[in-house]
């Protein structure tokens, strides 16, 4: 059985007006790194509350290490770590006592887990009479987690931690992660960075409350339909008003420095055909190249594709 | 009028001093008329306290600056007046109708009965809202409430419109109809200062400066700036410029 798993899970707010979360199946196994991966309002932290049994769905059962998030929330709740999205220690402790203080409630010691955060803690112990409240953003995710960890939970949910935290500070938390994957610990982990995903092992898709895909981060990019181009010009945001007029074209849309195109028909003129297309329009350092797709392709790819059917 | 000969914003050695923290520590650069200038920087390097003082909300500790020609210590109201501004977290109200905020905020730019209704009319048009526009904005979806958003920032047609994180938590496919938005006002002249997490609309901008514990620390347009850090990736030149930061605060 699944470390974690939700059967046909759905949740509703404003008395049924609103769907939050629709019909969600997922498994996931003892010791996974697993990735939540899309936008806000797509139903990750809907389905972390109702994992960690501070929320009720309207249908569908889920469990966590085997104990049924209704029946069981006693035993999850003793057993599961769970970082919220909005900062959630309190405000008026200091990091000290905020620590003592989930230690003290799960009846344990910072003293008995400290290995487990020795290399986060290290990193605050310098402010650890400093009132949670005056914590910088960083440290206080740091704090947060060490609070998350102290009673050295089976399972570890994590809503959005990088969200709003920088490029430098992203990748330090990632280390952090993979850390504690290596001390076997169950790690489920929402982001709306696509560029966090194949930071994961298995990985689920989401949006507007439904699952668009769960796999390895390689099968889903593996799994991307046709030929994908990145296309360059001095004008990327000209060339891209052209290439969307250009018959062709399936799909086109900005990506950092370049524009990625999908044909209609993948067939081997396109390529020219697109350069020589460009150049008629007056576009210097035109370059069109077949490229890997990313995971936020397949996204895009996924999410149209709704759209239109 | 030479106005588009002018810079949008000018700052020399502009400095933020709380007590003994220097939180904007003498930066110095221009963005010119039209251009869609990329304001990044580690969490806590600076650029919230830099863009309030640009905004006119914050008196700067020493330095010069001006904002469409207005000196921001003496012509804050005058800045006000001028500019446009929206962050991820204020944007509209939620318990008004998209209808009602346009009018709302239309109304406090200073815009008469007869161009409320253009603008009305032309932004329900250009967004799709058709069915919605007189719906509560709480109920549209996040995507959407940041491009009307967008809309009603630059409904008075400002000189500059200063962007906090615009695109936060925003889907990829409605993140670049963002952008596509901000190209349209940049096209009808429009000057864009915006902030973001998302390196790759680092790369959608003209020129873009890094910030690192207060100072401006590289500014340069996104090609020249991975050929200066010897890298293809705007991700890795941004690494290289703040692994070493000092602060980390929010």
Known sequence: ?309 | MNQTQEKAISCRELTKQFGDFVAVNKITFDVEAGEIFGFLGANGAGKTTAMRMLCGLSYPTSGQASVASFDVYKQQESIKKTIGYMSQKFSLYENLTVLENIEFFGGIYGLSDKELKLKSDELVSTLGLGPEARKLVGSLPLGWKQKLAFSVAIIHEPRIVFLDEPTGGVDPVTRRQFWDLIYAAADRGITIFVTTHYMDEAEYCNRISIMVDGKVEALDSPGNLKRQFNTDSMDDVFYQLARGAKRSAD
């Open chain 1, 1 to 309: 059985m699944g470390a974690v798993t939700l059967t046909n899970v759905t949740k509703t707010y404003d008395e049924g007006k609103v769907l939050a979360v629709d019909d969600v199946s997922l498994s996931v196994e003892p010791g996974e790194l697993f990735g939540l991966i899309g936008p806000d309002g797509a139903g990750k932290s809907t389905l972390f509350r109702i994992l960690t049994t501070v929320l009720l769905a309207d249908n569908g059962t889920a469990t966590v290490d085997g104990y049924d998030v209704v029946k069981d929330y006693r035993a999850i709740r003793k057993t599961v770590g769970y970082m919220p999205g909005r900062f959630s220690l309190y405000q008026d402790l200091t990091v000290e006592e905020n620590l003592t203080f989930f230690a003290t409630l799960f009846g344990t010691t910072i003293r008995e887990n400290y290995d487990l955060i020795k290399d986060i803690y290290e990193q605050i112990e310098p402010f650890k009479t400093r009132r949670a409240g005056k914590l910088s953003g960083g440290m206080k995710q740091k704090l947060a987690l060490c609070c998350a960890l102290i009673h050295k939970p089976t399972v570890l949910f994590l809503d959005e931690p990088t969200t709003g935290v920088d490029v430098v500070s992203r990748r330090e938390f990632w280390a952090m992660l993979k850390r504690l994957k290596q001390q076997g610990i169950t790690i489920l982990v929402s982001t709306p960075y696509m560029d966090e995903a194949v930071l994961c092992e298995r990985i689920a898709l989401i949006q507007t409350g439904q699952l668009l895909s769960v796999d390895t981060p390689q099968n889903i990019v593996n799994a991307y339909a046709g030929q994908l181009f990145a296309a360059r010009a001095d004008s990327i945001p000209h060339a891209l008003t052209e290439i969307r007029q250009f018959d062709p074209v399936r799909s086109s849309y900005a990506f950092g420095d370049t524009i990625h195109v999908t044909f209609r028909d993948d067939n081997e003129q396109n390529q020219q055909q697109l350069t020589q297309y460009l150049q008629q329009k007056g576009h210097t350092n035109v370059a069109v190249t077949a490229i890997t797709p990313t995971i936020e392709d397949r996204f895009i790819q996924l999410m149209t594709k709704d759209t239109s059917s």
